[in-house]
């Protein structure tokens, strides 16, 4: 099956935003980003709202591009979030998570529930 592809939301600088309402999290599927601008330039969070833990896992990339591949995939632990969601974000090397399709692969554990969102930081 497809990937469910993660909308980008540009902050403008100097302009508040509201929160977009981002994604569902799809275990089934999981999830690409398809960057329009250096992958460092985005923001990526998560919102767990499951009752137990669950891993999100950023996928190694393909070399080339991701010349640092080896250093493999990017699992981090996302604990209860049923009575306070958690929330993670992170920026990303392209050196180590770009695919050779010039995307970001991120899966979510079996069972997970919440959102994802992916933030392109303007430069000012």
Do not use: Y
């Not at 998560?46 to 640092?68: E, F, M, R, W």
């Not at 209860?80 to 969601?85: E, N, Q, R, V």
């Amino acid at each position: 099956m497809a990937r469910s592809e993660v909308t980008i939301t540009t902050l403008a600088g100097n302009t508040w935003g509201a929160q977009p309402t981002g994604n569902d999290l799809d275990p089934t599927n999981g999830h690409v980003i398809t960057p329009t601008c250096p992958v460092n330039e985005l923001v990526i969070e998560i919102t767990h709202t499951t009752a137990s833990s669950k891993n999100v896992t950023v996928l190694a990339g393909d070399n080339p591009p991701a010349n640092a591949q080896g250093a493999g995939n990017l699992v981090e632990a996302f604990g209860a979030g049923d009575s306070t969601p958690v929330v993670k974000r992170i920026v990303l090397d392209s050196s180590r998570f770009l695919q050779n399709d010039g995307t970001i692969n991120i899966d979510v554990a079996s069972g997970a529930t919440g959102k994802i969102r992916c933030f392109k930081v303007s430069r000012i």
